[in-house]
C-alpha cells in the first residue's frame, strides 16, 4: 500500500499528551491517526461538530491555519455537497489548468 506523507498542526500539550497515550497503548502516533481515519471513513465513528464548542473554529486556529475559518468550511461542504449530488465535477488540478478553470 502506497503511503503519504502528512503534515497536521497540533497544540504541543496534546501532541505530548497524545503520543503519551499511544505509546501506553504500544501504538505510534502515526498509528492512532491512520486508525482514526480508517474508522471514520468506513463511518463506524461519528464525527458531528459542533461549531459553537469546537476549537477547530476558535481565532488561535485560524491565526495557525486560515483554511480552518468557518466561511472556508461552510464553502469546502457546499462544494462537497455539489459534487456528491452530481451537480459539479471534482477534477484534479491539471485537468482544471487544460480547461482553463480558475487555477
Known amino acids: 500500500m502506497a503511503q503519504t506523507e502528512l503534515t497536521i498542526h497540533i497544540d504541543d500539550d496534546l501532541k505530548t499528551s497524545g503520543e503519551a497515550l499511544f505509546h501506553s497503548k504500544g501504538v505510534t502516533f502515526s498509528a492512532a491517526i491512520n486508525f482514526l481515519v480508517r474508522k ?3 463511518g463506524e465513528i ?4 459542533d461549531e459553537q464548542e469546537d476549537p477547530l ?3 488561535e486556529t485560524y491565526e495557525m491555519d486560515p483554511y ?3 466561511e472556508t468550511q461552510a ?6 455537497a455539489e459534487i ?3 451537480e ?3 477534477i484534479d488540478y491539471d485537468t482544471a489548468k487544460n480547461r482553463n478553470v480558475g487555477v
Open 75 to 80: 464553502d469546502l461542504r457546499k462544494q462537497m
Open 46 to 49: 461519528p464525527l458531528e461538530i
Open 57 to 59: 473554529f476558535s481565532k
Open 88 to 90: 459539479a465535477e471534482l
Open 68 to 70: 480552518y475559518d468557518r
Open 84 to 86: 456528491e449530488s452530481g
Open 40 to 42: 471514520a471513513v468506513q
